[in-house]
C-alpha cells in the first residue's frame, strides 16, 4: 500500500454517493446544502411541537426472504423507541439462529450468556450482555465491546463474543443509547461525550464484579464503535489494560470535510431540528460485506438502523472525528489495529495515521489484503476466523494466568 497518498477518512455506514468518499453530508462540486431527492422521500412537518420537526420517510426496503407476511411486517414496523425494538429481536431470535453463517453455525458450545437491563445516570434503560467460558475453565481476562453506528451486540457479535469465550475470556457488550434494545430515539446521537461516558459508567459496574478481580480489562472497538473506544481511553487513561480496534473512525480528511461556514450552519440547524433525518443513506451492506452470501444476512439484523441519518447524529459524528483527529497522540494504550485492505467505508489509511501518530509503545496494525470493511463478519470463512484469532492471539500475549 502507498503510504504516501493523502490520508483520507469516510465516515461509517454513512450515504455513499459513487465515485465520492462517504460522509454524512454530500457537497457536490460548489453546492454546500443537502441533496434531498423529492422522488424517494416524503417531508411531513409536525407543528405540536414548539420547534420544527422534520421526517424524511425511509425508501421501502425489499422483503426478507424465507420468512412469512405476517414476520416483515413485525419486521418493518417503526422502530423509534426500545419496547418495539425488543418484541421484533424477540420475534426474529429463532429466524436469526437458523442462518447459514460460520458465526451461528460454527459457534462453540457451552459459552454461558447472560442479559440484562441497567439504568444509566440519565435514567435510561441500557440493553447488556455477557458470555462467559465453560464452567471450570479459568478467565484469562475481559473484552468489553463497542459496537458500531446503526449496528447492535447482539446478532453477528453472538458467534464473535462467543468464539472468544471460547478461548478463556469473559466478553461484555451493551447496546449505545438509541441503538439496539437501549432506550433512546433510533439513531439518534445527541451528544457523543454521552455515549462514551455511557460506556465508562456501565462497563465500570461491570469490571467491580468478584469474577474479574485482578484481571485485564480490554476494550474492543468496532467502525464508530472505535471512535467511542478511543474516546473511553483519552477520557480515562489508564482505565482500561488496551484497546483493540476493528475499522475504526478517527480522522476526516480536508477533502472531505464539510467547509467551516457549512458546519456552523448544520451545527445550527441541528439546534432546531437535531432529530431531523435529512441525509439520504444507502445500504452499505455491498461496501461492507465481500461474500454476496453473508451481505444478505445482514438485513436479518432488523433492528439494526438503516433509516436516513438524524440531523444532529451527523453533526456529532463529524464533530468526535475531528476531537480524535487533534488528540492521536495522546491514545497511550496497548492498541491492536485490524482493518481489511480494500475499506471502502472507512479508509485504511486512517488506521495507519493512527498506528504512526498514537504514543502508545506496544501497538500492531494489521492489514487484511481485499478485505472489506466487516472482517469479522462479511468476509470468507477462513479469514473470519483469522481475524478473530488474531485478536485472541493479541489477548493471549497480554495476559497471564498466574
Known amino acids: 500500500m502507498d503510504l504516501s497518498q493523502r490520508l483520507r477518512f469516510r465516515p461509517p ?17 460548489k453546492q454546500y446544502l443537502p441533496i434531498i431527492p423529492p422522488s424517494k422521500t416524503n417531508l411531513v412537518t409536525t407543528l405540536s411541537t414548539p420547534r420544527p420537526h422534520l421526517v424524511l420517510k425511509a425508501k421501502i426496503r425489499s422483503p426478507l426472504e424465507g420468512v412469512s407476511d405476517e414476520m416483515n411486517a413485525i419486521a418493518f414496523q417503526n422502530l423509534d423507541f426500545a419496547p418495539a425494538r425488543r418484541r421484533v429481536r424477540l420475534a426474529f431470535l429463532e429466524v436469526q439462529r437458523q442462518l447459514d453463517h460460520c458465526l451461528f453455525k460454527m ?23 455477557s458470555w462467559m467460558p465453560e464452567p471450570g475453565v479459568r478467565i484469562k481476562g475481559a473484552l468489553f465491546f463497542c459496537h458500531g453506528y446503526g449496528d447492535t451486540c447482539t446478532f453477528f457479535f453472538e458467534g464473535i463474543a462467543k468464539h472468544i469465550a471460547a478461548s478463556g475470556y469473559a466478553v461484555y457488550a451493551l447496546d449505545h443509547p ?3 434494545l437501549s432506550e433512546g430515539l433510533h439513531g ?116 439494526s438502523y438503516n433509516e436516513q441519518t438524524r440531523l444532529k447524529t451527523a453533526v456529532e459524528l463529524l464533530k468526535v472525528t475531528s476531537e480524535i483527529e487533534k488528540q492521536v497522540e495522546k491514545v497511550s494504550s496497548p492498541l491492536l489495529i ?31 489484503d481485499d478485505g472489506y470493511h466487516c472482517i469479522l463478519e462479511g468476509e470468507p470463512d477462513d479469514r473470519i476466523f483469522r481475524v478473530l484469532n488474531d485478536i485472541v492471539s493479541w489477548l493471549d500475549s497480554r495476559c497471564s494466568l498466574d
Open 13 to 29: 455506514e454513512l450515504y455513499l454517493i459513487p465515485g465520492k468518499s462517504i460522509s454524512p453530508i454530500y457537497f457536490p462540486g
Open 107 to 129: 459457534a462453540p458450545t457451552g459459552i454461558r450468556t447472560e442479559e440484562w437491563y441497567e439504568r444509566n445516570s440519565r435514567g435510561m434503560e441500557i440493553f447488556c450482555k
Open 178 to 180: 438509541g441503538f439496539g
Open 188 to 303: 439518534y446521537i445527541p451528544s457523543f461525550d454521552e455515549l462514551a461516558y455511557n460506556v465508562i459508567e456501565n462497563y465500570s459496574k461491570i469490571k467491580g464484579r468478584p469474577e474479574l478481580r485482578g484481571l485485564h480489562c480490554f476494550l474492543l472497538g468496532q467502525s464508530m464503535g472505535g471512535a467511542v473506544a478511543l474516546k473511553v481511553h483519552l477520557m480515562e487513561p489508564h482505565g482500561w489494560n488496551g484497546v483493540i480496534l476493528v475499522a475504526p473512525m478517527c480522522k476526516i480528511a480536508e477533502d472531505v470535510k464539510p467547509p467551516a461556514p457549512v458546519l456552523k450552519v448544520l451545527t445550527l440547524m441541528s439546534k432546531v431540528m437535531p432529530k431531523a433525518k435529512l441525509f439520504p443513506q444507502k445500504d452499505l451492506a455491498e461496501l461492507a460485506f465481500r461474500e454476496l452470501r453473508k451481505r444478505k444476512m445482514a438485513a436479518y439484523n432488523v433492528i
Open 338 to 368: 485490524l482493518h481489511g485492505a480494500a475499506d471502502k467505508v472507512t479508509d485504511p489509511l486512517v488506521s495507519q495515521f493512527l498506528y504512526e501518530k498514537a504514543s502508545a509503545k506496544d501497538k500492531t496494525l494489521k492489514l487484511y
